[in-house]
C-alpha cells in the first residue's frame, strides 16, 4: 500500500530535550516536506526536499533541522525543543514539486512542557 | 509574496445545501491550484486539482474553477451530505518557488 508514515504519533517531551521525528515514503518521490499546523494559521511549510541531499527551507525553518541521506525517508529533527513548537506535525510528499498530489502522513502531535 | 486566503469557517449546513467556500490566491508566477480535505484525526487528502487557467477540477460532487483573472479558486458543491464534514484547505504550488502554501482552512460542518 503506497503511504507516508510517521513516528511517533503523539510525543510528549520538555523544553530542550533533543527529539528526532521520522518519516518514510514507499513511494519513489523525490519530493518530500514538513508542515506544521496550527490553529487559524493553517499548514505552515518548515522544510522540504527536492531530492537526496537537497534540502531546503520553507517559510518556518527556526529551531528545525532536517536530513535526507535515503530517497524514502526524510526526517525533522528539534534540537533544543521550546513551548511555542507545540503543534501538530506533517510529513508530506509528491513525485515532484508542480502539478503532482502531495500524500500526507497521519500527522504527529507534540506537546513541548 | 506569496499566499491564500479563504473565508473563515466553521461554515454550518444543513444536508443538501448547496456549498461554496472562497478561496483566493497571490502569487508571483503561474500557479497549480488544490483543494484538499482534512478529516477528523487524519492528515490531509487531495480533493482536486486545477494547473491552468480556465481548468475545472472536479472529485465528489466537489469542482472549482482556476479563474486567472480574479484570481480565485472557489469550492461549490451542489448538495452537501453529513460524511463531507470536514476541514477543507485551499493551497498552490509554484514550480520556481519549490513550495506548496496552504490556506488556514475552513472547517465545514454539515448537520442531518
Known amino acids: 500500500e503506497a503511504q507516508v508514515t510517521q513516528n511517533p504519533r503523539y510525543l510528549i517531551t520538555v523544553t530542550g530535550k533533543k527529539l528526532t521525528v521520522t518519516c518514510s515514503q514507499n513511494?519513489?518521490?523525490?519530493?518530500m516536506s514538513w508542515y506544521r499546523q496550527d490553529p487559524g494559521l493553517g499548514l505552515r511549510q518548515i522544510y522540504y526536499?527536492?531530492?537526496?541531499?537537497?534540502?531546503d527551507k520553507g517559510d518556518v525553518p527556526e529551531g528545525y533541522k532536517v536530513s535526507r541521506k535515503e530517497k524514502r525517508n526524510f526526517p525533522l529533527i528539534l534540537e533544543s525543543p521550546s513551548p511555542n513548537q507545540t503543534s501538530l506535525y506533517f510529513c508530506?510528499?509528491?513525485?515532484?514539486?508542480?502539478?503532482?498530489?502531495?500524500?500526507f502522513g497521519p500527522g504527529t502531535r507534540l506537546t513541548v512542557l | 509574496g506569496n499566499s491564500v486566503t479563504q473565508m473563515e469557517g466553521p461554515v454550518t449546513l444543513s444536508e443538501e445545501a448547496f456549498l461554496t467556500i472562497n478561496c483566493t490566491y497571490t502569487?508571483?508566477?503561474?500557479?497549480?491550484l488544490f483543494w484538499y480535505v482534512q478529516y477528523p484525526g487524519e492528515g490531509l487528502q487531495l480533493l482536486l486539482k486545477?494547473?491552468?487557467?480556465?481548468d475545472k477540477g472536479s472529485n465528489k460532487g466537489f469542482e472549482a474553477t482556476y479563474r486567472k483573472e480574479t484570481t480565485s479558486f472557489h469550492l461549490e458543491k451542489g448538495s452537501v451530505q453529513v460524511s463531507d464534514s470536514a476541514v477543507y484547505f485551499c493551497?498552490?504550488?509554484?514550480?520556481?518557488?519549490?513550495?506548496?502554501?496552504f490556506g488556514s482552512g475552513t472547517k465545514l460542518n454539515v448537520k442531518p
Open positions: 502569487a508571483t508566477g503561474y500557479p497549480s
Open positions: 493551497a498552490l504550488s509554484l514550480y520556481n518557488f519549490n513550495k506548496f502554501y
Open positions: 526536499s527536492m531530492n537526496v541531499e537537497v534540502t
Open positions: 513511494m519513489n518521490h523525490e519530493y
Open positions: 486545477a494547473t491552468k487557467a480556465d
Open positions: 508530506a510528499s509528491s513525485l515532484r514539486i508542480t502539478n503532482h498530489e502531495q500524500f
